[in-house]
């Protein structure tokens, strides 16, 4: 299946995946291939892709919109960060954007603190 994650600045990741799993206003869900068609709002989280290769990466998000088909996942999303990097300073930078994203997007500082432990856990093991 593939995923194609937008803002109003571009395209943040598109590519074929196995699985991901995204912040949905009611909770947190997984969507394989094969999932029933489903649109939904995003809150303040992290999205995790699992790719085809068994690659993890990650995209902090602060609110946005998915379309899920059984083929394809559409991501509109006002502000994105991927959770990326060739080195420990470009992951950490990456973690910096990602945690103000979030800071921005919500009041709540034990979602936002709850959402960095996950994003800096899973970043050290990319």
């Not at 088909?69 to 990602?98: F, H, M, R, Y």
């Not at 994203?101 to 899973?122: F, W």
């Amino acid at each position: 299946m593939t995923i194609d994650i937008v803002t109003p600045l571009g395209r943040i990741f598109k590519g074929e995946i196995k699985e991901a799993t995204f912040p949905g206003i009611e909770g947190e869900f997984g969507v394989l291939e094969g999932h029933a068609p489903l649109m939904t709002n995003l809150k303040p989280g992290v999205i995790s892709i699992k790719k085809e290769n068994g690659k993890e990466e990650m995209v902090a998000v602060n609110w946005g919109y998915i379309e899920v088909t059984p083929e394809k996942v559409n991501v509109l999303a006002e502000g994105a960060v991927p959770i990326q990097g060739s080195d420990e300073n470009e992951i950490t930078n990456a973690i910096e954007k990602a945690k103000e994203l979030l800071k921005q997007a919500t009041d709540s500082d034990i979602l936002v603190a709850s959402v960095s432990a996950k994003i800096e856990s899973a970043a050290r093991n990319i």
